[in-house]
Each structure stands twice: as C-alpha cells, then as structure tokens.
C-alpha cells in the first residue's frame, strides 16, 4: 500500500489478519467460513468503522440482520456489504466477549484440522450455528428467528395439494 490514506493501517491490519489467520487454520479440507475469518480481521482494524456500525444499526432496529448461516460466504448483494461485516464483526466480538480468547483459539485449531463449521462449533462450544444466531440476537436485543414451520402431515402426504 503506498500513499497517505487514511485508513491505510486499519487496511494493512485487516489484511494482515487474514494472511496470519489462513496460514494458521491452512488445511487440504475445508476453509473457514467468511463470517469468522472477516470477523477477525474486522476486529484486527479496531474500531467497527462508520458505515459497517451504521448498516448494523439499521438492521438491529428493523429486525433485518442476515443469519450466522447465510454469512457463511460473501451474499453477493452489493446493498448488503456494509451489514455484512458489520455483522461479521459483531459476531466475533460476542463470541470474544462471551467465551475468551481461550476458546477462539481453540475454535481456529479444530478448523485447522479440516472440521465443518457445524462440528467446530458444536466441539468447541457445545452450540449450532443456529444456536449462536439465536444467543448473537439475543445480546443485541433482537427477538429470536421465527422456528421453521413442519409441513402438516396431511400436506407432506398428499404433496402439498
């Protein structure tokens, strides 16, 4: 990075973050899922930056935070970015502040090994991705995710009609 920018060491620590973060969980299985290694490299730059803080705001007041599940990868939906590691960062930091460091770490050694995100998660934590959705929401004070509906036995059987 050359250049006077503003920003350019919260970028370098970013950046760095990953590059550090990948050599450490680097495996021939599975790679980490974005919501976590964008998370830690969001962190690595310190403050949330303004229009990440902003885009979060607007979503815990509306209800519309995008779940742990679908940050898996990157949406794609260019209207969504901001949200997107605004979350990713709040996520980490819940995790941080509610587990430790202790257990962070250990979370970045399963993935090391090539674990899913489901068997870290539950190996570490003893949660699912949908249970650290659930008490994610939960700390910002964000009612928990409608449960998905079970088809009625009499549609399933019939299919649906």
Request: with cysteine.
């Amino acid at each position: 990075l050359l250049g006077s920018h503003s920003d350019m060491e919260e970028t370098m620590a970013h950046e760095l973050s990953h590059i550090i973060v990948g050599m450490a969980t680097e495996n021939p299985y599975a790679g980490l899922p974005r919501w976590l290694d964008e998370g830690l490299a969001m962190l690595a730059e310190g403050k949330l930056p303004r229009e990440n803080a902003a885009a979060l705001q607007r979503a815990i007041e509306t209800d519309r935070l995008l779940s742990v599940r679908s940050m898996t990868s990157y949406s794609g939906q260019a209207s969504e970015v901001n949200l997107f590691y605004g979350e990713c960062y709040s996520v980490v930091s819940f995790m941080l502040e509610n587990y430790g460091r202790e257990r962070m770490q250990a979370l970045l050694e399963v993935f090391s090994k090539g674990a899913s995100q489901h068997d870290a998660l539950r190996e570490v934590y003893d949660i699912t991705i949908e249970e650290l959705d659930a008490l994610w929401r939960e700390s910002l004070g964000v009612p928990p995710r409608p449960a998905p509906q079970a088809p009625d036995s009499a549609d399933a059987l019939s299919g649906g009609h």
